[in-house]
């Protein structure tokens, strides 16, 4: 399935869901100290984060949520669309529950202009935004230190912006042959 889709409106969607604080969380670094580890699991409070990357100008449309439900899902699709009218948008997701709910048939029989492509099991790094998803955990979650729920939620929004305002698109190549994975076969070929 190609990831790149020639359409006026592209877009990728994932949710990202984080436990505040969680298991072994970083501890921040100080100068002469190696990385530290916290060895107890405190769980403050879960949120996930819902996005759309425009693969085009490599923009992001976020937003953060208490629960990952279809319906929360659709309020996200909704607001994604709005900014997409009278254009087809091609969403291309996870095989989450969530997003394959009748609330989201339903969304879907209202919208024709909303198609959705999904990866195949274990394949959601083809996914652009889940290449996004992981640039906010080493940006933002990491290292980062979260006096509360809303206090996450506030600093991803803020990293939201600030990425959107100065966002590029994505740009996938491999050009350099001598990296390329070759199998036995082809390698005993070309001596």
């Known amino acids: 399935m190609p990831v790149r889709l020639l359409t006026p409106f592209q877009s990728g969607i994932g949710c990202f869901y984080y436990h505040l604080l969680g298991q072994r969380c970083r501890l921040p ?3 002469g100290r190696a990385e530290r580890h916290g060895f107890e699991y405190y769980r403050h409070g879960t ?3 819902y996005a759309a990357l425009d693969t085009q100008s490599g923009r992001v449309l976020g937003k953060t ?3 990952h439900t279809s319906q929360e899902f659709v309020e996200f699709l909704t607001e994604v669309v709005e900014r997409a009218p009278a254009r087809e948008v ?9 997003h394959k709910s009748q609330v989201v048939r339903d969304f879907l029989a209202t919208h024709p ?13 083809l996914n652009q935004v889940e290449i996004w998803f ?4 080493r940006d933002v979650i990491a290292r980062g230190i979260f006096t509360s729920v809303k206090d996450l939620a506030r ?3 803020r990293y939201i912006n600030a990425y959107s305002a100065n966002a590029k698109p994505i ?3 491999y050009s350099d042959p001598t990296r390329r994975i070759r199998s036995n076969v082809a390698s005993a070929e070309c001596r």
């Open 155 to 157: 600093k991803l929004r």
């Open 47 to 49: 949120l996930s984060l």
């Open 65 to 67: 949520a208490a629960r």
């Open 134 to 137: 992981s640039k906010v955990e």
């Open 113 to 125: 202009n909303v198609h959705f492509h999904f990866t195949p099991t274990y394949s959601s790094w």
């Open 90 to 98: 091609h969403i291309i997701l996870d095989n989450l529950s969530a």
């Open 171 to 173: 740009q996938w190549k």
């Open 29 to 31: 670094l100080s100068p």
